[in-house]
T-cell receptor, first 112, second 112 residues
């Protein structure tokens, strides 16, 4: 079962910041938060990940609350090409390895 | 740097048949994971291989099996195909089990 909760869909105006929330209230101390996105007909694309500090790269910023129970992915200047399904996941140690559990994600629509 | 490539892109099989899907990981990536993605849902973890040994498994029956080869290629084998096996099958590679994964664009499998 997925351990994250995301809104099913969101809209954003082109050029504005897109803020995508994620709840992961049962996250454990050694689990990282990862964000991926999937554009139609393609495989998921890695965006960013973090443990407890805020992270930024050329694609996005990741803000993790102090209690680590939720996070927000920020696309600072959304473009039409950012329209995709965004997945927030936590890495779960599996039987001798890691299991990556995807939920249903948030479908982001960027509108002109 | 070459990305993750999967073959074939599309495949049609009938119930009861067996299928082999192939993946070529990025050079230097010792970890490969396979996912099943039904229409409208997030990817579901099948299993992971690290240095040619299974390193974690999701809730899939034994008729789903895999192999990883020293040349960074891998296979997903599914026996006794069922109608519910119709899905997009994704391969993802990473340098180690804990690193961000790079996905291929998948094989679309249809069972008639």
């Amino acid at each position: 079962d997925a351990k994250t909760t995301q809104p099913p869909s969101m809209d954003c105006a082109e050029g504005r910041a897109a803020n995508l929330p994620c709840n992961h209230s049962t996250i454990s101390g050694n689990e990282y938060v990862y964000w991926y996105r999937q554009i139609h007909s393609q495989g998921p694309q890695y965006i960013i990940h973090g443990l407890k500090n805020n992270e930024t790269n050329e694609m996005a910023s990741l803000i993790i609350t102090e209690d680590r129970k939720s996070s927000t992915l920020i696309l600072p200047h959304a473009t039409l090409r950012d329209t995709a399904v965004y997945y927030c996941i936590v890495r779960v140690p599996g039987t001798g390895g890691f299991k990556t559990i995807f939920g249903a994600g948030t479908r982001l629509f960027v509108k002109a | 740097e070459t990305g993750v490539t999967q073959s074939p892109t599309h495949l049609i099989k009938t119930r009861g048949q067996q299928v082999t899907l192939r993946c070529s990981s990025q050079s230097g990536h010792n970890t490969v994971s396979w996912y099943q993605q039904a229409l409208g849902q997030g990817p579901q973890f099948i299993f992971q291989y690290y240095r040619e040994e299974e390193n974690g498994r999701g809730n899939f029956p034994p008729r789903f099996s895999g192999l990883q080869f020293p040349n960074y290629s891998s296979e997903l084998n599914v026996n006794a195909l069922e109608l519910d096996d119709s899905a997009l099958y994704l391969c993802a590679s990473s340098q180690t089990p804990g690193q961000p994964q790079h996905f291929g664009d998948g094989t679309r499998l249809s069972i008639l």
